[in-house]
């Protein structure tokens, strides 16, 4: 059983900047970050291969955001700066078992992962 335990969150002003981090038990998998604002679903934000070769992004992600990963540590990571009001929600870090046979990071299909994390509250004020 693959347990996640994100930690990172908090508070921070618009324009800001935090890193998640989401350390895992048990053998590496394809990870991906979601987050989930009040009141809307659970949406994807960037997703990395078990390497760390392959990322992908969200619209909303690109250019801001960055998912890295360390394979010693077993600790997938989500640098976010820029931050801006709306990207406040509970961020959900998660495995995929499909994903990880593929070699690549997936387009962040919420379906595809097995296992989540507990989430970790980024509160972004204006």
């Known amino acids: 059983q693959v347990q996640l335990v994100e930690s990172g969150g908090g508070s921070v002003q618009a324009g800001g900047s935090l890193r998640l981090s989401c350390a895992a038990s048990?053998?590496?998998?394809?990870m991906a970050w979601f987050r989930q604002a009040s009141g809307k679903e659970r949406e994807f934000v960037a997703t990395?291969?078990?390497?760390?070769?392959?990322?992908y992004y969200s619209e909303s992600a690109k250019g801001r955001f960055t998912i890295s990963r360390d394979n010693a540590k077993n600790t997938v990571y989500l640098q976010m700066t820029s931050l801006k009001p709306e990207d406040t929600a509970v961020y959900y870090c998660?495995?995929?078992?499909?994903?990880?046979?593929?070699?690549?990071?997936?387009?962040?299909?919420?379906?595809?992962?097995?296992?989540w994390g507990q989430g970790t509250q980024v509160t972004v004020s204006s």
């Open positions: 990395i291969s078990v390497s760390g070769m392959s990322t």
């Open positions: 048990g053998r590496s998998y394809a």
């Open positions: 998660a495995a995929s078992e499909i994903i990880t046979q593929t070699g690549w990071a997936g387009e962040g299909n919420l379906n595809n992962y097995n296992y």
